[in-house]
């Protein structure tokens, strides 16, 4: 069971792959974008984050519209009040609302988060959290408002069905031959996440269905599907939930912003999705890791790896 201290930085065994990480998506469905903000820290305190803004890939191509990334040391003692090369995190309530902030001169982002939930960790499913990917993380739906100025353009946001999770331990991604990352909510509250990952010759499933104020672990998939393009980025969705309390949520949906970014070796598929959830609209973030080589080949065979 997660505590509010699990909001704060945890020991970290040695080795490059330990690292503690924060990551917050913000679907932005009438202009077809979706932000993302990430920070990882490792043991030695110094910092990567991340600011990436994704358009509709139909319209303005796969590669970011804006990505902003840079290393330097954690400012601050501890995730309460933090920043890393301009990207300022406060946590006012632990495990329950967040603020980030973020000004280069040329692009500006304002988050302030609110759990619509209380957050879920990985431990809490019956096989508990993959050991390659963290020692255990937290997933959380949640209400977001803010502002983003890029490329000149600024946009004001109020009221977004947003998410955000937070991970510690080892994060070997390039241990898993492939995941699925499925996490949203719908209109009247519910929410959902799916952890999909091929690793050490397994399948893990992770996650959690909220509903009516109750909170379950997941139980089963019933179904996992996902639809490519020709460049196999993610376009449609469907997805069947089962919880270990019974109920069941199914969620299809099309992909309205995304694209590709290599991160090490792995490449990740980033996406956006409007969702219904058992017939209520709804938000979902879409992510597939392929390793960079297998991506390749699926895009460059004469049969595209379809037959």
Not at 11 to 21: I, K, N, V
Not at 208 to 231: K, M, N, T, W
Request: proline letters at 3%; hydrophobic letters at 40%.
């Amino acid at each position: 069971m997660l505590v509010p201290e699990d909001d704060l930085r945890h020991d970290l065994p040695a080795g490059e792959f330990a690292r503690e990480s924060l990551f917050y998506t913000v679907p932005l469905v009438e202009q077809r974008m979706l932000i993302e903000g990430y920070i990882a820290i490792r043991r030695d305190g110094v910092a990567s984050r991340a600011l990436m803004v994704w358009g509709d890939p139909d319209r303005d191509g796969y590669r970011p519209l804006a990505a902003d990334l840079a290393e330097a040391p954690m400012q601050g003692r501890d995730l309460h009040d933090f920043e890393v090369a301009g990207m300022r995190v406060r946590q006012p309530e632990l495990l329950h609302r967040v603020e980030v902030s973020f000004n280069n001169g040329n692009r500006i982002w304002d988050l302030r988060f609110r759990a619509v939930h209380d957050a879920f960790d990985y431990e809490s499913n019956a096989a508990g959290c993959p050991k390659m990917v963290a020692e255990n993380r937290y997933e959380q739906a949640g209400i977001a408002d803010g502002s983003l100025v890029v490329n000149s353009r600024e946009i004001a946001y109020a009221g977004v069905l947003a998410h955000r999770d937070h991970a510690w331990g080892t994060r070997d991604w390039q241990a898993a031959h492939h995941w699925k990352m499925f996490t949203g909510q719908a209109v009247d509250g519910t929410a959902f996440n799916l952890f999909e990952c091929l690793a050490h010759g397994r399948v893990f499933h992770n996650g959690f269905l909220f509903r009516d104020g109750v909170q379950s672990p997941l139980a089963i998939c019933r179904e996992v599907h996902v639809g490519y393009d020709d460049q196999w980025l993610q376009r449609n969705c469907a997805v069947e939930f089962i919880d270990e309390a019974g109920r069941t949520a199914r969620v299809t949906g099309e992909r309205f912003a995304g694209g590709f970014i290599d991160w090490g070796g792995i490449v990740l598929a980033e996406s956006a999705f409007t969702v219904e959830v058992d017939g209520r609209a709804g938000i979902c973030y879409v992510e597939a890791g392929w390793p960079a080589g297998y991506l390749e080949h699926l895009r460059g065979g004469s049969w595209q790896g379809l037959g």
